[in-house]
């Protein structure tokens, strides 16, 4: 098997096509650079302060005004100055050979239409295939038919809290439920509903939806696991916990805040139960038209130790850097390899069983770990104090120390020591919910019960502590008000 991963990592490392990620910012493909030939990063947000030499960044005079990742990322392809470089990129091949490929994390169909224009070649399903396979709903209903169980739960229209009452009652749900519509990420369309107060709360998101998924809360443990659908099976990577509604790290009490991989948290039994509901999930996409990448969640029911499907994402996920830079990775191959293998029609000839029995066994060896942090506070303000991406550790006060600026998190391979990955820059400004940076750990988070380890309490608190913030002055102030939210306002560069 030795010869099957050098083989691959030989195939990639030599790669001569362009492939470009264009994302905000490179996080979910963080490291792939290193690993393969011509691969690029197209950003918006510039986290390495110009150091890195593959993060292209077009040059602005406006701040332009965003809603949505896909806008972002049409801005940054439809850019003249991306253009340009494209097609100065492209130059030294030949007409025979195959066409650039570009990677997002979210697309729509004006971008397919840009991708189009441009010559290029998407490496993902179209997005209205993905469209139809990121309907947690849906989703929920096909896992059901393979086998995969989820929570007790309803599907249905909800109107008004008797209704939703009368519903739980019907299905044995207990008054204690969570609500989660079909689409939405990190939290922001999971609710918590254990009385009509808190109903009244989430109300309006609930009843607009056409349906939601009502769901019996239990006391679980949050997990997550990548894997990659091919013509030559569902290869996986390893399963890892999730942090979930911290909230030194999130806003959001339902919201994804961060992953623990350490062989200590399952047991061989729950791991295989894993893989094999992964495996099921990914057979089930790739029949019904969707292949490459995708990220399973799982709830772990901590009082009957049963595993049921939480949710499926199909694309690149905000485990991918943790899953494709994992100390089992670096002895292996990126499970990102296999998605590209599929979608640039390489042979596999690596057996799935033999993979993923290797995944089960290995996959979580060493101590790694990803802290997300958010802007927690509810007032709106201005940072003027961030640290650089790079490595730190921390003085005898607790205070973080800059040890050596670098874009690649693998060179921080100590336990006292994090990759800082910075993605709000100073002048930026600040809401409930911003991300600010995310912290690569070599160590544990999380206790056996799921509760922050004295480490990570202590890298968080030095981490936030770098970041500073002001209030907005009052012609600051006025702008605000005047367009509602900042993302609206254009800003000088």
Excluded at 100 to 122: A, G
Excluded at 372 to 389: E, F, G, H, N
Aim: glycine share 6%; charged share 25%.
């Amino acid at each position: 098997m030795l010869n099957h991963f050098l083989r691959l990592r030989e195939l990639w490392k030599s790669n001569t096509i362009p492939l470009y990620f264009v994302s905000p910012t490179p996080f979910n493909l963080l490291g792939m650079e290193n690993l393969i030939g011509q691969f690029q990063f197209i950003s918006y947000i510039d986290t390495f302060d110009k150091r890195h030499p593959k993060v292209y960044i077009p040059p602005r005079t406006l701040t332009p005004v965003f809603n949505h990742l896909e806008e972002i990322n049409y801005y940054l392809l439809s850019h003249k100055r991306v253009i340009e470089k494209i097609k100065r990129d492209r130059k030294p091949l030949s007409s025979q050979d195959p066409a650039s490929k570009v990677l997002f994390l979210f697309f729509d169909p004006t971008i397919e239409e840009v991708v189009k224009d441009l010559q290029m070649e998407i490496l993902f399903p179209s997005h209205e295939d993905r469209t139809k396979h990121d309907n947690k709903l849906d989703i929920t209903q096909l896992a059901t038919k393979v086998g995969v169980q989820s929570v007790p739960h309803v599907i249905a229209k909800v109107r008004s809290y008797r209704m939703l009452t009368q519903l739980a009652k019907r299905h044995n749900l207990g008054q204690s439920l969570v609500i989660q519509s079909a689409y939405g990420d990190s939290g922001k369309t999971t609710f918590f509903v254990e009385n009509e107060a808190q109903y009244r709360q989430h109300a309006q998101d609930i009843e607009t939806e056409d349906q939601v998924k009502v769901m019996k809360k239990i006391r679980c443990l949050s997990t997550a696991m990548e894997a990659c659908a091919t013509a030559s099976g569902v290869y996986i990577g390893p399963l890892m916990r999730e942090l979930i509604g911290i909230p030194e790290l999130t806003p959001f009490k339902g919201g994804w805040c961060g992953n623990d991989l350490t062989l200590e948290a399952f047991s061989p039994d729950i791991r295989q139960q894993a893989r094999v509901m992964a495996e099921k999930l990914g057979k089930a996409l790739y029949k019904s038209g969707y292949r490459g990448y995708f990220e399973v969640d799982f709830l772990l029911d901590q009082d009957s130790n049963t595993l049921y499907l939480g949710e499926v994402n199909p694309r690149l996920s905000g485990i991918s850097a943790m899953t494709n830079l994992s100390p089992f990775a670096q002895e292996t191959v990126p499970l990102f390899f296999f998605h590209l293998m599929e979608w640039t029609q390489t042979p596999i000839q690596l057996s799935a069983k033999t993979f993923n029995d290797r995944v089960v066994r290995e996959g979580a060896k060493g101590q790694t770990g990803q802290l997300i942090l958010k802007y927690t506070a509810p007032d709106l303000r201005i940072l003027v104090s961030a640290p650089a991406t790079g490595i730190y550790t921390l003085d005898p006060k607790g205070n973080l120390i800059l040890k050596k600026l670098t874009s690649n998190r693998l060179h921080a391979k100590n336990p006292d020591e994090i990759f800082l990955f910075r993605i709000m820059n100073t002048g930026e400004y600040v809401y409930k919910g911003a991300d600010l940076g995310i912290v690569f750990i070599n160590g544990t988070l999380l206790s056996p019960t799921y509760k922050l380890t004295k480490a990570a309490k202590m890298w968080i608190t030095a981490v936030k502590h770098a970041f500073v913030f002001r209030e907005l002055t009052e012609e600051e102030t006025a702008l605000v008000d005047r367009y509602q939210t900042p993302g609206s306002i254009l800003k000088g560069d």
